[in-house]
């Protein structure tokens, strides 16, 4: 799964490349999770900020390494940072890096509001700003990078059914946070699948704040409760929420009997898919999304136009967004080591301990 890169690149990525050679490559990652480097095109700097460490791992075990790895191919300057969880505080780095002269910011935002008025800011500072992964309602970014998230609730939504089968099933949501509107779209896709089966039934849905994992754990134990422990299918939007239900589920005897659904594809998700615990996650490749991040960028920086799959209504805004959207893939036990191969993860993370021989069954080695 290579990415694409525009026509327009090439030359610059070879020039890019010669520079990376000449040894002028100045990377300077620093304690306070900022990390630069690139300098291979003076022409402009991208600054890039990521959520949080909490709601998922992916953005720093994944999308990091990932935008660091499209930049420095790239060779283009950049500025990565993480805003903690905290608007505030993702306002202010905002601030510092378009006092610092970036051209382009991408951020993840934390909630459209907060979001939309760090893009307002950087539009008065003639800068422009990049979606990443997450839908500014209201905002003013040029282009929308992510995946198709209705897709994503999708792939869940069917992951459930297949693992259910067309038995009668009562099914628990756990949603992402309401500030994410990715959160909305994953739900909504997981619903037009499952609502469609007759057989199912929704007997609790809830969406965490935040995506906090541990207060996941502590809405699951309510809904649970709530249905009287007739609980059958677990659609959960990521990997984090499903381990949180996961445990509810063992403290109650019925892991592994009631499936859980997942998203990022991450070593502790992969590792429960494989024990069985959990059915499905959904795969989007870091690589893919950073390198378009990084074409979307760089195409902003020389004034070009970006490739783009096609336009994102912004309801709140009433605009349509310009949008490089890729597609996610379901992983269930079968193809876990597509991942692997991909390099969404290593073997030698996913399949520690106890996990090495279910990776040995499952042909990853
Ligand atoms: C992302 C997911 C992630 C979640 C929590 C969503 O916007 O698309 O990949 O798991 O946020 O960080």
């Known amino acids: 799964m290579k990415r694409k890169h525009s026509l327009v690149l090439v030359p610059l990525l070879g020039l890019s490349m010669a520079l990376t050679a000449c040894g002028d490559d100045s990377d300077s990652g620093s ?26 791992v992916r953005w720093e075990s994944a999308d990091r390494p990932a935008l660091e790895a499209a930049f420095d191919e790239a ?4 500025d990565i940072q993480n805003a903690e969880g905290d608007a505030e505080r993702m306002t202010q780095i905002a601030d510092t890096m378009i006092g610092d002269g970036v051209t382009v910011l991408a951020i993840v935002n934390l909630d459209s509001e907060s979001g939309a008025a760090i893009q307002e800011k950087a539009a008065s500072q003639g800068v422009a700003t990049i979606d990443y992964d ?19 609730g999708e792939l869940q939504g069917q992951g459930l059914a297949d693992c259910l089968g067309d038995k009668k099933a009562n099914i628990v949501y756990l949603n992402g946070s309401p500030t994410d509107n990715n959160a909305t779209l994953f739900s909504e896709g997981a619903h037009s699948v499952l609502d469609e089966i007759s057989n199912y039934t929704v007997v609790g849905e809830q969406a965490v704040p935040d995506w906090d994992n541990e207060e996941a754990a502590t ?8 249905a009287d422990g007739k609980v059958d299918g677990v659609l959960a939007a990521n990997d984090g929420l499903a381990g949180a239900a996961i445990s509810i ?6 892991a592994g009997k009631v499936p859980v659904t997942g998203q990022d594809a991450t070593v502790e998700g992969l590792q429960n898919v494989l024990a069985g615990t959990q059915c499905m996650t959904v795969y989007k490749s870091a690589t893919q999304e950073a390198g378009a991040l990084a074409d979307a960028a760089i195409a902003l920086v020389n004034g070009d136009e970006a490739e783009t799959t096609g336009t994102t ?16 893939q379901s992983i269930t036990k079968d193809n876990v080591g597509d991942v692997i191969e991909d390099g969404g993860q290593k073997a030698e993370d996913v399949c520690t301990g106890d996990f090495a021989d279910l990776c040995a069954e499952a042909g990853i080695s």
């Open 31 to 56: 304690d306070s999770g900022s990390d630069s480097g690139g300098g291979g095109e003076a022409a402009g700097k991208i600054g890039v900020i990521l959520p949080d460490t909490e709601s998922s």
């Open 134 to 152: 997450r839908l500014t309602l209201g905002g003013s970014a040029e282009y929308y990078v992510s995946f198709d998230n209705t897709v994503v």
């Open 313 to 328: 209504e912004d309801s709140e805004g009433g605009r349509d967004v310009p949008s490089i959207l890729l597609e996610p």
């Open 249 to 254: 589920l063992e403290g109650n005897g019925q």
């Open 219 to 226: 809405i699951f134990q309510q809904l649970y409760t709530a």
């Open 75 to 78: 060779g283009v300057d950049y």
